[in-house]
């Protein structure tokens, strides 16, 4: 296992949860819910957060259909990972499978009793802290780096 901080992002379209991990990968957490509609102000504030953190990697995750295919939310983030891989540069980004991971973070939130209202601002950080979760526990499994790598292009 790779020693390090990582981030995590769920994309979504009204907001963007991120989370993060202690040096050692063992537990993550929440780190903010990130308003998404407008794309270049979001951009900025994830930039500020990388600063702060110093990520060794930032996980982001993608959405695919219960198949494994992908649709236009996936195109979407894969559109929204490139840039973050531009602005973050050197810091790797890579993709990991999201699917039900907004399902898995409901559910404990609900059964931490968390209101389905006032949840909707922290569901975002929750479905990060999970994707974060099951990338770290697929490098404790391979020894691999998780996902997909994000090429930068220019």
Known sequence: MRRGRRLAIDVGD?????????PDGILATPVETVPGRDVPAAHRRLGQIVEEYEP?????GLPRSLGGGE??????????????ARSAAPI?????????????ASQGLRASGV???KGRSVIDQAAAVVI???????????G??????VEVVV
């Open 115 to 117: 209101k389905s209202k």
């Open 71 to 84: 649709g236009p939310a996936a195109a979407k983030v894969r559109a929204f990972a490139q840039e973050v």
């Open 92 to 104: 790797p980004v890579r993709l990991v499978d999201e699917r039900m991971t907004t399902v898995t």
């Open 14 to 22: 009204a907001r963007i949860g991120v989370a993060s991990c202690d």
């Open 56 to 60: 060794i990697e930032i996980i982001i």
């Open 144 to 149: 691999k780096a998780p996902g997909e790598g």
């Open 132 to 142: 974060l979760q099951n990338a770290l526990e697929s490098e404790r499994a391979s």
